[in-house]
Every structure is written in C-alpha cells, then in structure tokens.
C-alpha cells in the first residue's frame, strides 16, 4: 500500500506558474506508473500526464500538452507536474495517483482513474483571471 502526499496547490493568476509535488511512502510496485489527475466541482476527475517510474516515459492529456510537464525524483521518491501558462479553465483539485505499469502498454492507456490503485488527497489549484 502505497501512501501519496500532494503540494504546492495555490492561487495564482492566469499565466502564472506552479509546481506540484507528490510524495510516495509506504509500499511501491516494482514497476509502476504515477500520474496526476484533476478534479473541478461538478465535473469528474479526469487524467493530466502520467509517467513511468522506471523508463521517464511521459504522456500527457490535450489540456496540458506544451504547457505542462511530468518528472521523477528517484531519490526522492517523488513525482512533480510543472505547469506553465495556467489557465482558469486548469482551476481544480489536483491528485497523484500510483498504478502498476507494463512495457508492453502504451503509456496512453494510462488514462483511467479506475485502474489506478493508491490516491493522494489532493491539492487545490486555484487560477484567476
């Protein structure tokens, strides 16, 4: 069982940028997948990158694409969303998130939040206009 610690939420005004991190405790996969998701009042949760903790393979959803960025610390243990350029529309409650992962599967599988198995508790990500 893996425990995930999200930071660096905050307000911030469109254009502006932050970065995110998320710390995993605890028991981890050999080889394994940690993404971030986001999540608005209302809408469900949906993906925003991903990236495999053994290659640095990344994936990113459209929303995100070109302005933000998924990376590891290995020594750390801990995954990190850049994000650049924000927008209002990137105003949600940001989650990490752990799944086991396969070379075989393309990292654009990694989408789903039902396949994921360990979730942090989120960071509020707040961008005005």
């Known amino acids: 069982q893996v425990q995930l610690v999200e930071s660096g939420g905050g307000l911030v005004q469109a254009g502006d940028s932050l970065r995110l991190s998320c710390a995993a405790s605890?028991?981890?996969?050999?080889?394994?997948?940690m993404a971030w998701f986001r999540q608005a009042p209302g809408k469900e949760r949906e993906f925003v990158a991903v990236?495999?903790?053994?290659?640095?393979?990344?994936y990113y959803a459209d929303s995100g694409k070109g302005r933000f960025t998924i990376s590891r610390d290995n020594a750390k243990n801990t995954v990190y969303l850049q994000m650049n350029s924000l927008k209002p529309e990137d105003t949600a409650v940001y989650y990490c998130?752990?799944?086991?992962?396969?070379?075989?599967?393309?990292?654009?599988?990694?989408?789903?939040?039902?396949?994921?198995?360990?979730w942090g508790q989120g960071t509020q990500v707040t961008v005005s206009s």
């Open positions: 998130a752990v799944r086991p992962a396969y070379y075989s599967l393309s990292l654009t599988y990694y989408r789903s939040v039902r396949d994921y198995d360990s």
């Open positions: 605890g028991r981890t996969f050999s080889n394994y997948a």
């Open positions: 990236i495999s903790w053994s290659s640095g393979n990344t």
